[in-house]
């Protein structure tokens, strides 16, 4: 039996998409009274959707003034990328070290299904098969609570709206990136899938952050990542298989 469809459930998903489409931009201040009356619904459901999109960082309810638009900060960004090139690139090292046929036969059909979602312009199934890529790589390293928090990390910033695609670069150029981190777990090259993983999610962030700046929140200088490199995944030394 299907799920009631709820009237919080249509606001809310009426004013998710409003936030992403930029029909309300970030920053912008909106009064529960002002939404119910566009929704032509009461105050009660709106109230309630409001909270819910609270929850997922999409607004901020201030007191006595109305919901806050949350845009995506260079800040969120930056904080966002640091933690997934901490965890993604041992984890692309660790696949190198340890795949199995499978596992890159595994690989190889989700990028094909980039490759065919790309021909198709079919952005829904071209991110989703980016994400399950990223999923299979994790899954080589057997932590399911990593895979869980680099999917949230996406969606921290995701759901607000910041994305690349069809802004700063489209899908064959994104699927360019993906190609030789799998190329290079499938070569048993753990140094190589580090560091083209490694520049994936630099590109990535300095696209995303270079989109959100702006006078008073500019972008980092571009060397941002380098301490993580230098102090904490060290992908040559990190990537080594056991003895």
Known sequence: MAARITTT???FASLRESILSGEFPAGSLHSIYRLADLLD???TPVREAVLRLADIGLVTIERNRGVRIRGVSVADIRSVFELR???EVPAAAYAAAHAGDDDVRALRAE????????ADDDEARFTAHDRSLHHAIGSILG???AQHEVAALRDSIQTRGASTLHRSRGMPEILDEHVPIVEAIAARDPQAAAAHMEGHLVNTANLLMAQAAGPDDPAPDAGWADRLRSHLY???RAASPPE
Do not use: F, K, T, W
Request: proline share 4%; no cysteine; hydrophobic share 50%.
């Open 111 to 118: 990028l094909e299904g980039m490759r065919a979602a790309a």
């Open 9 to 11: 459930d249509r606001v």
């Open 85 to 87: 090139l901490m965890i």
């Open 41 to 43: 619904v009461s105050r």
């Open 143 to 145: 932590n399911q609570r």
């Open 234 to 236: 060290v992908p040559g």
